[in-house]
């Protein structure tokens, strides 16, 4: 069962697709303090639950996420009491850096729907997952340069490694709004689609992931992130200490399908 902390994030368990939806449609989806400490606890639950074979985010309403507004976010969280900053700046974004870090590395695959807006700090929840999905009419953009403000919550390191130094700079410096078929174009998203096949196309590919060898996709994961920075050779040998320390229970059933020539049926284990 997940039950959430908050009344601005519902979430729901069916067929091991694990849902977790912005709920403030009236705000765009923004995010505050009470919805990051509760998506925060149900992405932890999630890692360890073998029930769970994927994570999609979404948002209520038309928009996934618009980010977040200073003056909106509420109290400070009690876990954070300890880090409350009084200075210039005012408190800095750990909680939200705490949900994206652990998004990020979560043990399953992520799945963010980006119909609608995602602007700022709820393009760096889409920017974490490990696949995204747009609308082809979508706007995607980070627009806090034309504040006079810049991401402090993972952007600047993530955007570069998913579309190029080039398009990074384009977006972080002109605060461009794009279109779900533009971000497609770049590299953003896995996928964008007309408005009518939007949400079949999405239930496609989070059932296909659901489907799939949970736990193979922990370790493709746990190479593709960490190896980023790594030297070749170094990466090689990462590698081979994650296949020698990690068994995967699907493997056999991967095998006898392939040999039987059948789908295979997983366990995600």
């Known amino acids: 069962m997940y039950e959430t902390s908050s009344s601005n994030l519902l979430a729901d368990l069916t067929g ?26 149900l992405v932890k639950k999630a890692d360890e639950d073998w029930d769970v074979r994927v994570v999609v985010l979404e948002g209520a309403g038309d928009d996934f996420c618009a980010g977040e507004a200073p003056e909106d976010m509420g109290e400070w969280p009690e876990a954070y009491a300890h880090r409350f900053h009084q200075g210039a700046h005012g408190p800095g974004p750990i909680p939200q850096q ?25 393009l760096d929840l889409a920017c974490v997952s490990d696949v995204r ?17 810049h991401a402090v919550t993972g952007l600047a390191y993530i955007l570069p490694r998913l579309i190029g130094q080039s398009q990074a700079m384009r977006l972080l410096l002109t605060g461009e709004e794009i279109s779900g078929k533009e971000a497609e174009r770049i590299g953003l998203v896995y996928g964008s689609f007309s408005s009518g096949e939007y949400k079949e196309k999405s239930e496609e590919i989070i059932n296909e992931l659901a489907a799939m060898p949970t736990r193979s ?10 190896q980023l920075d790594m030297p070749y050779e ?12 990690n068994v995967i229970e699907d493997t056999k059933e991967g095998m006898r399908a392939f040999r039987e020539k059948r789908k295979p049926e997983y366990k995600g284990r």
């Open 217 to 226: 996709y922990a370790l493709i994961k746990q190479q593709i992130l960490n």
């Open 98 to 122: 705490d949900l994206f870090k652990t998004l990020r590395s979560l043990s399953k695959p992520t799945v963010a729907l980006m119909k609608g807006r995602t602007m700022d700090a709820g």
């Open 16 to 41: 091991g697709v694990l849902r977790l939806q912005l709920n403030r449609p009236e705000k765009s989806n923004a995010l505050n303090y009470e919805m990051v400490t509760a998506a925060l606890d």
């Open 133 to 149: 999905l747009a609308e082809d009419d979508s706007v995607i953009a980070d627009t806090r340069v034309l504040k006079a403000q």
């Open 234 to 245: 170094t990466a090689l040998m990462h590698s081979l200490a994650v296949r020698q320390t």
